[in-house]
């Protein structure tokens, strides 16, 4: 332990079973359920799931270990964490866990916004005969361009309010009453809820067709690396890993525990919800097309346009009980949003316990305040193209670089070996020597590829054609003033902990 670093008592997770589902509640999220379908959809079908479950064994449950390993020695968050391997890189914990609190959690917490709000339109089918229309032009009110920023949408920020509140109600009560509390039972019924919804999607006319184009393998597609660079981001995303959560998490962890199974379990829960996730959507998907007479591909959207406006669409269409799908759908968005949204909150409210002591109800309730209103610019007219920005530089910049970051800080400054002898000191079963190469070689070179690649597109063209002035204002802007306070943060002295 560096001299000067001292974070205290920590509060530990009541049960095993707490913590396992309080970190696949932090991975599962909206995405699983929109984003994960579409792209196994649109690289190759039941193809996809080679390079998506190499990358599953070769980045992310490597990755996984990794985190859970380096918060269970250290006990300490990201910060602290990387501030007992070296001091000189406590800041790389502070820009996780900033960019994470104040970038991806903001306007997170505003989709979440728009699912509770389709929560409750869904008792009526409120959204109407046309979805589209209303999602754009009724609800959102979109505007020209992200520089027309415009009015503050109300139902958004109604929504929005009653998120942020449920966000610091649960990492309010702490680890045990709060959090692990939340996700024995949000967990248990987000799988229920998922599992309804796809008995009751595979049963509809049309599913079939709907279930063979989501997984219909097509090996011609193998041959994109875009595929193999889809699948990585993919995982990388999903797992939530660099994004300095699952180390705060297993900081909570007893002195004995199964890092290495504990990590498998996690990974695969979340893909199997993915997997889970897919068949039922593209079900619903083979129905819509059944009913409109319409090859599949003219009915599936990607992201927020699936969400938003072609289940609406088809929920409206369905023979009985429409109203009650609608509920169940949107209710496992709200729950899986949730599980994630909390995560990003504990995170940085333990970097800054862990520094400065101030006490839990005081730094999440103003954590919480400020989340509130600094999510405020997303719920505008513009906020669509904001949130698409702003995501786009975070994960494509802000959590790539920091997971090549955290794997050099890791395999070659604190040395890979030093780790895992840890995790075969408090594990039952020992770890291969093979992971020490994955942490120092494999996964930041396929991790630099992602980068590259992604620059390459970058310079070529502007993202999605945004004015240039919109992405280094809005996007690089926001990955480098994140960065500039997290130095800030890092250069402040440690508060001594008084017992």
């Known amino acids: 332990m560096k001299k000067g ?36 959809y649109k690289n190759g079908g039941g193809a996809f799931l080679i390079p998506y479950f190499l990358a599953l064994v070769i980045v992310g449950i490597p990755f996984m270990i990794l985190e859970i390993s380096l918060g269970h020695k250290m006990r300490g968050s990201a910060p602290a964490s ?9 800041w790389l914990g502070w820009w996780q866990v900033l960019f994470v609190m104040f970038g991806i959690g903001l306007y997170y917490s505003v989709v979440i916004a728009w699912c509770f709000y389709y929560f409750l339109l869904s008792f009526g089918l409120n959204w109407g005969a046309d979805p589209n229309a209303f999602f754009f032009n009724d609800f959102l009110m979109i505007s020209e361009g992200p520089f027309e920023v415009g009015n503050i949408r109300l139902p958004v920020l109604f929504s929005l309010a009653v998120i942020w509140f449920l966000n610091w109600f649960i990492v309010f009560r702490g680890v045990e009453k709060g959090l692990e509390k939340a996700n024995k039972l949000f967990m248990p019924l987000l799988f229920l809820l998922i599992l309804i919804l796809m008995g009751w999607s595979i049963n509809l006319p049309g599913s079939s067709e709907g279930i063979s184009v989501y997984l219909k393998p097509d090996f011609e597609k ?13 995982i990388f995303f999903t797992l939530s890993i660099a994004f300095g959560i699952l180390i705060t998490y297993a900081s909570y962890l007893p002195e004995k525990s199964q890092i290495a199974k504990d990590s498998v379990t996690i990974s695969i829960a979340n893909c199997s919800f993915s997997l889970i996730a897919g068949v039922g959507v593209f079900s619903v998907l083979g129905y819509m097309a059944h009913k409109l007479s319409l090859p599949i591909d003219k009915v599936v959207s990607k992201s927020i346009g699936l969400a938003f406006v072609v289940f609406p669409t088809a929920i409206g269409m369905l023979p009985a009980f429409s109203q009650l799908f609608g509920v169940l759908f ?7 949003g949730l599980t994630s949204s909390v995560s990003i909150l504990e995170a940085f409210a333990s970097a800054t316990i862990d520094k400065f002591h101030y006490s839990r109800k005081t730094v999440v309730s103003v954590l919480a305040v400020a989340g509130f209103f600094g999510s405020i610019v997303f719920s505008t007219q513009g906020g669509l193209f904001w949130i698409d920005i702003v995501d786009h530089f975070l994960t494509q910049y802000g959590l790539v670089l920091g997971g090549i970051l955290e794997c050099i800080l890791i395999g070659w400054i604190y040395k890979a070996c030093v780790l895992r002898e840890h995790i075969d000191s ?65 250069a402040r002295p440690w508060k001594d902990y008084q017992s």
């Not at 193998?222 to 993919?234: F, M, N, P, R, T």
């Not at 949107?330 to 899986?336: D, E, N, R, T």
């Not at 945004?466 to 997290?486: C, E, N, Q, R, S």
């Open 222 to 234: 193998l041959k994109d690396i875009g595929v193999w660079i889809d699948a990585v981001s993919q």
């Open 5 to 40: 670093i001292t974070v205290g008592a920590r509060p530990q997770w009541n049960t095993h079973i707490g913590f396992l589902l309080a970190a696949i509640g932090s991975a599962i999220g909206l995405g699983n359920i929109w984003r994960f379908p579409y792209l196994c």
């Open 82 to 90: 990387y501030a007992r391997v070296s001091t000189r890189w406590e």
């Open 330 to 336: 949107f209710g496992c968005l709200v729950i899986a």
């Open 426 to 490: 408090v594990c039952q079963s020992r770890l291969l020597s093979w992971w020490d190469y994955a942490v120092k070689i494999v996964i930041p070179a396929t991790l630099a590829v992602i980068l590259v690649n992604g620059f390459v597109k970058e310079v070529t063209s502007p993202y999605e054609g945004y004015p240039w002035l919109a992405i280094v204002l809005i996007g690089i802007d926001w990955v480098i003033f994140t960065l500039f306070f997290a130095m800030i943060v890092a």
